[in-house]
């Protein structure tokens, strides 16, 4: 079963069903059941996108904030050499994929040095070896600073907030503060320092933010165009807000694959398998979507994300003869013919003939195909995704597939995608822990991000 549009991926579930894997995978009119079940769903995203009540629905159709985003980055590009973008979870992972599509994470050394751009770095940990080595190797004078927390409470993003400007006070290079308008912490840092604030819309989570300031000011920072990162998501979204029936909605599909995959065939582990480089991100980010999403009241299946054809060599064996208890989603590239071709005379006459006049998107074609059918082969159910090139346009729609795929299947189990509750526990616990029991949560509820 594939859906048929014209988004700039195509997606498959045919390798999922019991005529392809067998006992692991789904009867026909049993996933049609749960198909049928995300009607609901997809009328509230319809309600939603038509009242302009859900910011993640309204993103796609408004440019206006571009101009004012592409104005902070010709100055933080004409005044910057580094620019170090601190955030957790959402406030990062959106920016860190957009911003990859430029330069690829295996990379040691950003093009953009080279390209008149500033290089990007990311604090989204608080390793303090980490943070040694990071500003020890940057001049404070042309280090630019983004600073993301929607709640403006993340204690996270301000303690490096704290410690860079304790570290060059007069001397440090342009701070950018993306929060969420009125009082906060962040944001009385923001006014103390004079830092240049942008918005975050405060109804928008950090997870769901990726089309937002938080996501697409790293993005066109590193050249990403953002308006076209915008047009594929817009794309996605068209086909959820338009009449169609489920099963031509892309994301009512993957949505409903994966809570019946759990509630019927006991998958407990979804693995996100991307073969692109720039893409590898990506994983990260889906996980923390997914798992902050759907992991609520018992709940939802553990993320789990990969790289190939890394993890073929590391992870494969584990899942052919593991246990049978996960869903696969395969995202694969049109990549034969791409790449450096090997030297044709030196492979026939000593190394590898096979390889001979090969490129080496010839050998990720043929390796995304032999692992695709490798796992369904012992029965492992693959969802496979499959797109032409990882651009700013291809990514965005990638991202709002999942949304609200994320979205479609927790209304599904019956939870909030929204919230985290979870998570701002374990904050208040921490800044209680740093304050003395006694120590007032100045913060408020943190409110995720």
Same mark, same amino acid.
């Given at each position: 079963?594939?859906?048929?549009?014209?988004?700039?991926?195509?997606?498959?579930?045919?390798?999922?069903?019991?005529?392809?894997?067998?006992?692991?995978?789904?009867?026909?009119?049993?996933?049609?059941?749960?198909?049928?079940?995300?009607?609901?769903?997809?009328?509230?995203?319809?309600?939603?996108?038509?009242?302009?009540?859900?910011?993640?629905?309204?993103?796609?159709?408004?440019?206006?904030?571009?101009?004012?985003?592409?104005?902070?980055?010709?100055?933080?590009?004409?005044?910057?050499?580094?620019?170090?973008?601190?955030?957790?979870?959402?406030?990062?992972?959106?920016?860190? *994929?957009?911003?990859?599509?430029?330069?690829?994470?295996?990379?040691?050394?950003?093009?953009?040095?080279?390209?008149?751009?500033?290089?990007?770095?990311?604090?989204?940990?608080?390793?303090?070896?980490?943070?040694?080595?990071?500003?020890?190797?940057?001049?404070?004078?042309?280090?630019?600073?983004?600073?993301?927390?929607?709640?403006?409470?993340?204690?996270?993003?301000?303690?490096?907030?704290?410690?860079?400007?304790?570290?060059?006070?007069?001397?440090?290079?342009?701070?950018?503060?993306?929060?969420?308008?009125?009082?906060?912490?962040?944001?009385?840092?923001?006014?103390?320092?004079?830092?240049?604030?942008?918005?975050?819309?405060?109804?928008?989570?950090?997870?769901?933010?990726?089309?937002?300031?938080?996501?697409?000011?790293?993005?066109?920072?590193?050249?990403?165009?953002?308006?076209?990162?915008?047009?594929?998501?817009?794309?996605?979204?068209?086909?959820?807000?338009?009449?169609?029936?489920?099963?031509?909605?892309?994301?009512?599909?993957?949505?409903?694959?994966?809570?019946?995959?759990?509630?019927?065939?006991?998958?407990?582990?979804?693995?996100?398998?991307?073969?692109?480089?720039?893409?590898?991100?990506?994983?990260?980010?889906?996980?923390?979507?997914?798992?902050?999403?759907?992991?609520?009241?018992?709940?939802?299946?553990?993320?789990?994300?990969?790289?190939?054809?890394?993890?073929?060599?590391?992870?494969?064996?584990?899942?052919?003869?593991?246990?049978?208890?996960?869903?696969?989603?395969?995202?694969?590239?049109?990549?034969?013919?791409?790449?450096?071709?090997?030297?044709?005379?030196?492979?026939?006459?000593?190394?590898?003939?096979?390889?001979?006049?090969?490129?080496?998107?010839?050998?990720?074609?043929?390796?995304?195909?032999?692992?695709?059918?490798?796992?369904?082969?012992?029965?492992?159910?693959?969802?496979? *995704?499959?797109?032409?090139?990882?651009?700013?346009?291809?990514?965005?729609?990638?991202?709002?597939?999942?949304?609200?795929?994320?979205?479609?299947?927790?209304?599904?189990?019956?939870?909030?995608?929204?919230?985290?509750?979870?998570?701002?526990?374990?904050?208040?616990?921490?800044?209680?822990?740093?304050?003395?029991?006694?120590?007032?949560?100045?913060?408020?509820?943190?409110?995720?991000?």
């Amino acid at each position: 079963m594939a859906s048929d549009s014209d988004l700039p991926y195509r997606q498959s579930l045919d390798p999922c069903f019991d005529m392809a894997v067998g006992e692991g995978g789904l009867d026909h009119d049993l996933f049609r059941r749960w198909l049928a079940r995300t009607g609901d769903g997809l009328a509230e995203l319809r309600a939603a996108a038509a009242s302009r009540t859900w910011p993640l629905l309204t993103l796609p159709f408004d440019d206006s904030d571009l101009a004012d985003l592409a104005a902070v980055t010709r100055h933080l590009a004409n005044t910057c050499s580094d620019v170090v973008i601190a955030g957790m979870g959402g406030s990062s992972l959106g920016g860190r *994929l957009l911003a990859g599509l430029a330069d690829p994470p295996s990379l040691s050394e950003p093009a953009a040095a080279v390209s008149g751009r500033p290089r990007l770095h990311t604090l989204d940990n608080i390793d303090p070896w980490t943070a040694d080595a990071l500003v020890a190797r940057l001049d404070p004078a042309t280090t630019g600073w983004i600073l993301v927390s929607k709640s403006g409470g993340t204690a996270e993003t301000l303690i490096h907030a704290l410690a860079v400007r304790r570290a060059g006070p007069g001397r440090a290079g342009p701070v950018v503060v993306v929060t969420s308008p009125g009082d906060s912490p962040l944001a009385r840092f923001a006014d103390a320092t004079g830092a240049i604030r942008l918005a975050h819309d405060p109804h928008l989570a950090g997870r769901y933010s990726l089309l937002s300031v938080s996501g697409l000011l790293p993005a066109m920072l590193a050249g990403v165009d953002g308006r076209a990162v915008r047009d594929g998501a817009r794309a996605v979204l068209a086909e959820v807000t338009s009449a169609r029936a489920p099963e031509q909605v892309a994301p009512a599909l993957g949505a409903a694959l994966n809570v019946a995959m759990a509630e019927e065939r006991g998958v407990s582990q979804t693995i996100i398998l991307p073969y692109v480089d720039r893409l590898a991100p990506f994983a990260l980010w889906y996980r923390q979507l997914w798992a902050e999403s759907t992991g609520k009241s018992g709940k939802g299946t553990t993320p789990v994300d990969a790289l190939g054809a890394v993890d073929q060599h590391s992870q494969l064996q584990f899942w052919l003869h593991g246990p049978a208890d996960k869903l696969f989603t395969v995202i694969t590239a049109d990549v034969a013919g791409l790449g450096p071709a090997a030297d044709p005379t030196l492979a026939r006459a000593v190394v590898a003939p096979w390889l001979a006049g090969r490129t080496v998107g010839d050998l990720m074609a043929a390796e995304q195909e032999a692992t695709v059918q490798t796992l369904t082969g012992h029965g492992r159910p693959v969802r496979r *995704l499959t797109i032409a090139r990882p651009d700013g346009r291809t990514v965005g729609a990638l991202a709002m597939h999942f949304m609200l795929e994320t979205v479609l299947a927790c209304r599904l189990w019956q939870v909030d995608p929204f919230s985290q509750p979870a998570v701002d526990e374990g904050k208040a616990l921490a800044r209680r822990i740093l304050a003395g029991e006694d120590g007032d949560d100045e913060s408020g509820s943190g409110g995720g991000v």
